[in-house]
């Protein structure tokens, strides 16, 4: 009996002995230790496969950190893309125009200045008045482009052997000076004005030619004088050039 009772004994803690090491293993990952909840790092979707950040199905925002959006842009300043134009943006060109000229905003000339061989000379009619004596010289675009004139010719008489006579015109003062626009075919004048030598006494001349040379020019054009005779010396000898204006001067 005794034999019985230490057989029993062993049996039952051999059976516990069991359990125990059976309650181990279920807690462990096979290796003798706890294992730690997992994690997924460096994503925003969660574990398991579903690529949404709610796990509803639908694909979740991402970002890349770039702009997805492109533009152009033209010359004139104007732009164009897939992405919105930015609210208040906004072109523009001006334009403005006067007599006689035409500017932009651009920045750019419409028209360079006419030179001595693209223009034609001549003297109008005398208009007198009040003891004076007045002339336009008109200068007339012969060439085919549209060319400009500012500001006051460069005049002389002369005679037949190409002496001058008397002295240089003086300039007006006080008058605006403006750039004269001309197409081919149009004309801007100067007035040369002097007093009558028979009223102020001075010393007189017969020129055979004016000699007119265009602003900012070297070059200039001789024009036949048919209007008799002009003060070059003494009293009141001095004959005076005004600046250029759009027209004949008719």
């Not at 970002?63 to 004139?76: F, V």
């Not at 009223?199 to 900012?216: H, M, R, Y």
Request: glycine residues 16%.
């Amino acid at each position: 009996m005794a034999n019985s009772s230490q057989s029993l004994r062993r049996a039952a803690l051999l059976v516990s002995a069991v359990a125990v090491l059976g309650l181990t293993t279920a807690c462990g990952d096979g290796s003798g230790t706890v294992s730690s909840p997992q994690t997924e790092s460096g994503t925003a979707a969660p574990a398991g496969g579903d690529t949404t950040a709610d796990g509803s199905g639908t694909p979740a925002a991402t970002s890349s950190g770039t702009n997805a959006g492109t533009g152009t842009g033209t010359g004139t300043g104007t732009g164009t893309g897939s992405n919105p134009t930015a609210p208040g943006s906004s072109t523009s060109t001006s334009t403005s125009s006067g007599s006689g000229g035409t500017s932009t905003n651009s920045g750019t000339a419409s028209s360079s200045r006419c030179h001595t061989s693209e223009l034609n000379a001549k003297v109008g009619g005398n208009d007198p008045g009040a003891g004076q004596e007045n002339f336009p010289i008109v200068l007339t675009n012969a060439s085919g482009r549209t060319c400009t004139v500012r500001g006051y010719p460069g005049a002389a008489f002369a005679s037949a052997s190409g002496q001058q006579l008397g002295p240089d015109p003086q300039r007006e003062t006080g008058a605006t000076v403006t750039t004269i626009t001309l197409k081919p075919g149009q004309s801007a004048w100067a007035g040369l004005s002097f007093s009558n030598p028979e009223i102020s006494g001075a010393k007189t001349a017969t020129p055979a030619t004016l000699v007119v040379t265009p602003p900012d020019e070297k070059d200039p054009l001789k024009v036949k004088w048919t209007n008799g005779t002009v003060p070059v010396s003494g009293n009141a000898s001095s004959v005076r050039l005004s600046v250029f204006s759009a027209g004949t001067g008719a």
